[in-house]
């Protein structure tokens, strides 16, 4: 597979993790076989070790003869019962001891099922983006419902093309004003940011973030709700080991982008981050990266199990390996066996009383613009996300391929830094800065999946976490027509333009683009309409009323006067067993249409039929460029 190599990938903003290639796979039933990686460059005196089910923890000082401490790494919590995951336990001895000959010699007791070294994940450098200098005020289309300033450059949140004419495709966006109509968030749902750490007294971000009350309200020092974690008030920092949050920019401004404070004045809105009334979802900080120092696997692990049994029930993941490593989801499995166990633990255990059942888990694509998404991402048990501009097309950077599930916005410097992702910032001016990459996308799809939870609450539902899985990667637009031609990208080596080629892009960037409004629609069994401003616009009822609907009779047609004038409509009836319409006005709102099924009037004193009502949320947004847009 050819590969395309550009000086800026390196750049951009996933905060992507390495790990070393892997050695072959000893495909024999032998005891070195429980060696699931590579051991080329372990972590001296460190192994993970999984015990056998239904099995106790031998002496490993006896099966090794050296001194061997050994630290429980994720037990059971009192009352449940074991699961792989709680199996694990870390190993401690000195580090002039062979770590390979110590694992061999483990591998030998039956106890022991799997043993793992301790390889480290570093974090890739990433690099926010200058701010613009702005000479002019954008100028919408629609009316914004929130006063947030920053919220008129949010194109990737309600994309009408007014920003830039020529590069802004109306459209081209997570259709999240329509959305927000229904919902802008819940503060019962808890959303975990498993990434750098969230700057907890950032303006837009501190009123979202979810606190462990008894450790906010207890003594400093001590584990005052006996979950295992001191001093662990919005989250834990799984780098140090401790309670302590420290500020990350860039896993503060993917947290801003699920739920940054609405309708506060100030900066950026969040996707989730409700109305300005203390409702917007909670943000909890998985914090796995802090400077240029990153975890053990066994660490995010650990992570993503406090996430579970702290009440999150969607993991934001806007990180990754380097591609290429992993053949498969079977080599992910046995390699990373410790990880897999974590996220298999919080898609099972997760869980929001009356709304959620399980966990939903959703990664980054990855930016190193290869034809495969990079792992864990590809793994089919998650989501994965890979990034679009502000026209539908492939942004430069994204990982495309096998392995990716779903598109959303994720911004292109090609484009100017205007149509890049702006959310909040630790430094910037104002409280908000733009960058652009999956890890940008990524929370996209994370904040959709948020107020989907919020809207199951509010209507009385309950999801599982495969349904919600189901629900999102289906509420989504065809993006496949829009990657034609050539896209050009700035190459920094010689200061001049390549040309792109999105041929390869076409059936490789998901199912679609995520609809956020579609979503609820979905959850609602409510079919949209979509159309245009100003179009007259026919769409036929057979999908819905059954391929006799030419032959039916139809009682009415109709919508409340608030949604009549909202849209601007001026045309709605039923004409030839087709409805049509038209409205002036970009927006969304519910019609009703009401037929008659066996006859032309309802029974009573003579046979008749029945009625048959439908509900239809009527969708139209503004005019489009000649190749399509959006429909």
């Known amino acids: 597979m050819k590969r395309l190599l550009l000086s800026t990938i390196a750049l951009l903003a996933l905060a992507a993790c390495v790990r070393e290639p892997l050695g072959e796979v000893n495909p024999m039933p032998t005891p070195e076989s429980k060696i699931v990686n590579s051991s080329a460059t372990p972590v001296a005196g460190k192994l993970l070790v999984r015990i056998a089910e239904g099995a106790q923890a031998p002496d490993f000082s006896a099966l090794a003869d050296i001194e061997i401490a050994a630290q429980h790494l994720m037990p059971a919590r009192e009352g449940e019962s074991v699961q792989r995951i709680n199996r694990w336990q870390l190993l401690s001895f000195s580090e002039e001891a062979s770590v390979n000959a110590v694992a061999h010699l483990l591998a030998a007791c039956n106890d022991i099922e799997a043993i793992e070294y301790v390889v480290p994940i570093k974090r890739i450098k990433s690099e926010k983006l200058e701010m613009p200098l702005r000479t002019k005020s954008a100028t919408r289309s629609v009316t914004l419902p929130f006063d947030d300033p920053e919220l008129e450059w949010q194109w990737h949140y309600y994309n009408d093309g007014s920003l830039e004419s020529t590069l802004c495709v109306p459209g081209a966006d997570i259709n999240l004003l329509n959305a927000w109509k229904y919902t802008a968030g819940d503060n019962r749902v808890i959303v975990a940011v498993c990434d750098g750490g969230i700057m907890t007294s950032h303006k837009d971000i501190a009123d979202n973030l979810w606190v462990n009350e008894k450790e906010k309200n207890g003594d400093k020092g001590v584990d005052d709700d006996g979950n295992g974690y001191i001093d662990d008030i919005h989250g834990f920092n799984f780098v140090t080991g401790k309670g302590t949050v420290t500020a990350d920019d860039h896993g503060t401004h993917v947290a801003g982008t699920i739920s940054a404070v609405n309708n506060n004045g100030y900066a950026v809105c969040g996707i989730a981050g409700g109305t ?204 496949n027509p829009y990657q034609t031609g050539t896209k050009e990208i700035y190459n920094w080596d010689t200061g001049s333009y390549d040309k792109l080629s999105l041929a390869p892009y076409v059936g490789n960037l998901g199912s679609g683009y995520i609809d956020a409004h579609l979503l609820l629609m979905q959850m609602d069994g409510t079919p949209c309409l979509y159309m245009l401003t100003n179009e007259d616009a026919l769409h036929s009822l057979n999908e819905y009323f059954g391929g006799g609907s030419k032959e039916l009779k139809y009682e009415s047609c109709d919508a409340s006067s608030e949604v009549r004038t909202a849209l601007g409509i001026e045309t709605l009836k039923i004409e030839d067993g087709k409805l049509r319409i038209k409205a002036t006005e970009a927006g969304s709102g519910r019609i009703t249409v009401k037929a008659i099924v066996g006859g032309d009037h309802v029974g009573g004193t003579y046979i008749g039929g029945s009625y048959v009502e439908r509900e239809f949320e009527v969708v139209v947004r503004g005019s489009v460029a000649e190749n399509g847009g959006w429909l």
Request: charged share 20%; hydrophobic share 30%.
């Open 276 to 479: 300005g009334n203390g409702d917007g979802v909670k943000l909890m900080s998985i914090q796995i990266f802090e400077g240029n120092d990153g975890c053990y696997s066994h660490d995010i692990a650990e992570g993503v199990k406090y996430a579970a049994d702290n009440g999150a029930v969607i993991i934001n993941n806007s990180w990754g390996y380097d591609p290429g490593i992993y053949y498969g989801d079977n080599d992910y499995e046995k390699w990373d066996s410790v990880l897999k166990d974590a996220y298999d633990y919080f898609k099972k255990n997760a869980r929001l009383e009356g709304a959620m059942e399980g966990g939903l888990v959703l990664f980054a694509a990855g930016n190193e613009t290869y034809p495969e998404a990079s792992y864990p991402s590809a793994y089919r048990d998650y989501i994965s996300v890979s990034a679009m501009s502000s026209d539908y097309k492939a942004s430069y950077y994204t990982n495309y391929g096998p392995g990716v599930n779903i598109c959303a916005p994720g911004g292109d410097t090609t484009y100017g830094t205007y149509l890049t992702i702006s959310s909040v910032s630790t430094t910037e001016r104002d409280g908000y800065e733009y960058m652009q990459g999956t890890s940008m996308a990524c929370p996209h799809v994370s904040g959709c999946a948020a107020l989907a939870v919020s809207y199951a609450l509010k209507q009385g539902y309950t999801l599982s976490a495969d349904e919600l899985h189901r629900l999102i990667l289906t509420s989504v637009h065809d993006i």
